[in-house]
């Protein structure tokens, strides 16, 4: 602990210039994967910005269980809806298993106004929140 001090003083361009990396590492970190929305404040969103819901997850995860509302377009295949999600006026929330995924379509699509659920389906689940079961998609 001592030597970390006495490298401190006598190096404090150093130590100065890696706080200000860790700090900046974190930033982008935290950017690149988009917006977190919690599964408490989604309903509010799609409430009063009337947003889009995105499940991310394949065809049969979203038949055993989607949110009521959500449109299903596999992660595999969002490249073919870019541009109809980039033309959208309408905020759009991206939901996948655990939220990584979610955070990579919401870099491809590359829209101005979009989210992600915080910690995914799985998060929804823990918190108790419902899900709907079948083929019930909402056409966008």
Avoid at 21 to 28: E, M, T
Avoid at 87 to 101: D, H, K, M, S, Y
Wanted: proline residues 4%.
């Amino acid at each position: 602990m001592e030597r970390w001090l006495e490298f401190m003083g006598n190096h404090p361009f150093l130590f100065g210039t890696l706080g200000v990396l860790l700090v900046l590492f974190f930033i982008f970190e935290g950017q690149r994967n988009g917006r977190k929305i919690s599964p408490q404040s989604l309903g509010i969103l799609v409430k009063a910005k009337n947003a889009m819901l995105i499940d991310l997850r394949d065809a049969k995860d979203f038949r055993e269980g989607h949110i009521s509302g959500s449109r299903n377009i596999p992660y595999s295949q969002i490249a073919n809806h870019v541009d109809e999600l980039k033309a959208t006026e309408r905020p759009l929330v991206f939901i996948c298993n655990l939220g990584q995924v979610a955070g990579s379509a919401l870099q491809k699509v590359g829209h101005n106004d979009s989210y992600r659920l915080d910690g995914g389906i799985s998060n929804w689940k823990a918190q108790g929140l419902p899900l709907v079961k079948g083929n019930k998609t909402t056409k966008a």
